[in-house]
């Protein structure tokens, strides 16, 4: 079916289009300034809109056979045997409603109107033919955007799909950088304090549970991604006792902005392995949380070594940070990660924009807002 025939206000406009056409073959008929000029508008208004109307299955044609290169000189061919055809059956037809016309003026078929039609037949079939492919060429503009917008669409949906995919693998090596430290501590807990070995494993399994459920969602609530991160720094805190303090500040209403599922784990993460367990005293990590107008800001601050041999990808930074510097990447556009090394002392920022939980459920209960 031709998209237009599906559109009220488009196909109003085609019609009113090839009606306002007809002034050209009217105008071949008899000057516009003399009174048969408008019986030479009434003869040519029907076969003229009959010839827009009739041309809409061709849009059809005008798929199968796209302007390409490799193809070009038969479909013009095509096209031009076509606009023929169309043009001395628009001419017949305009005929025919000379005679009607004269018929009805004067009672009898065959009068100066349809006289003007025969005299005249070489302008008004090359106009035709002129109509005719003014016809095909719009329905083949229609079907070359129509197969441009379902190529962007195609387009679109392939990558998606491989931006989901990218994420669920990012999302994916959350667990086994964890999961190797935390059965490392659970063995070296076994032997020596076997109550805090179970306590551990009992962490770990909430953690995990968390995690995964996590995982399958989009987007979370940073206070949900805080409270995974307050699972994982209670087990932190037994494997290294003391020596690690956590100072949590999260303003109003940054609780309720939405991010990526999974994405300040790594940054913890990070934060502990290569900053506060590298400290023979331990350290505190600072984890603040602020929202502006438009964007959310994150800022986990913690102490290293700097003496100490490097852990797995070369001191601060890590895996970690480029799985979150990536998904915010996939994600988002306009949001960063920015790391800040001094001394004895990292700073990851993360900025992306705030979205906050009441809006998406404004979004979700309203099915017009955009």
């Not at 023929?84 to 017949?92: D, E, V």
């Not at 078929?109 to 006289?115: E, F, I, K, R, S």
């Not at 076997?194 to 206070?223: I, N, Q, T, W």
């Not at 070594?305 to 990536?326: C, E, F, K, Q, Y």
Request: net charge positive; glycine share 8%.
């Amino acid at each position: 079916m031709h998209p237009i025939l599906t559109d009220r206000r488009a196909l109003a406009a085609y019609v009113a289009t090839w009606l306002a056409l007809s002034w050209v073959p009217a105008s071949i008929l008899a000057s516009p300034a003399s009174g048969r000029f408008w019986l030479a508008l009434v003869a040519a208004a029907p076969p003229t809109l009959l010839l827009g109307v009739g041309t809409l299955p061709l849009y059809p044609l005008a798929r199968a056979l796209p302007l390409r290169p490799a193809h070009l000189g038969r479909v013009l061919r095509i096209q031009l045997a076509l606009a023929l055809a169309w043009g001395f059956g628009w001419w017949l037809l305009l005929a025919a409603a000379a005679n009607a016309v004269d018929w009805a003026v004067q009672g009898v078929p065959g009068g100066p109107l349809a006289t003007l039609v025969e005299d005249r037949l070489g302008a008004l079939v090359a106009v035709g033919v002129l109509l005719s492919l003014a016809a095909i060429t719009f329905h083949s503009l229609v079907a070359s955007a129509r197969r441009a917008r379902a190529s962007e669409r195609r387009a679109a949906a392939a990558s998606l799909q491989a931006r989901e995919a990218q994420l669920s693998l990012l999302r994916a090596q959350v667990h086994p950088h964890f999961l190797f430290n935390s059965l490392h501590a659970i063995g070296a807990l076994t032997v020596q304090d076997p109550k805090l070995a179970r306590r551990l494993c009992a962490l770990l399994a909430e953690f995990l549970r968390g995690s995964l459920a996590m995982g399958e969602r989009g987007l979370v609530r940073l206070e949900e991604e805080l409270a995974l991160a307050r699972t994982y720094l209670s087990i932190e805190e037994i494997r290294l006792g003391d020596r690690l303090a956590v100072a949590l500040e999260v303003t109003p209403p940054a609780g309720d902005a939405l991010v990526p599922a999974l994405l300040l784990q790594p940054l913890v993460e990070n934060a502990i392995t290569h900053g506060v367990a590298t400290c023979a005293a331990g350290g505190t990590l600072s984890i603040v949380a602020r929202t502006t107008p438009a964007m959310l800001e994150l800022t986990l601050t913690n102490p290293f070594d700097p003496d100490a041999p490097p852990r797995r990808a070369g001191g601060p930074g890590g895996v970690g940070l480029a799985n979150v510097a990536r998904r915010l990447a996939a994600c988002y556009e306009g949001a960063s990660l920015t790391t800040r090394r001094e001394v004895d002392r990292f700073t990851a920022v993360v900025v992306l924009p705030a979205t906050l939980e009441e809006a998406r459920h404004a979004a979700a209960q309203d099915p017009h807002r955009r």
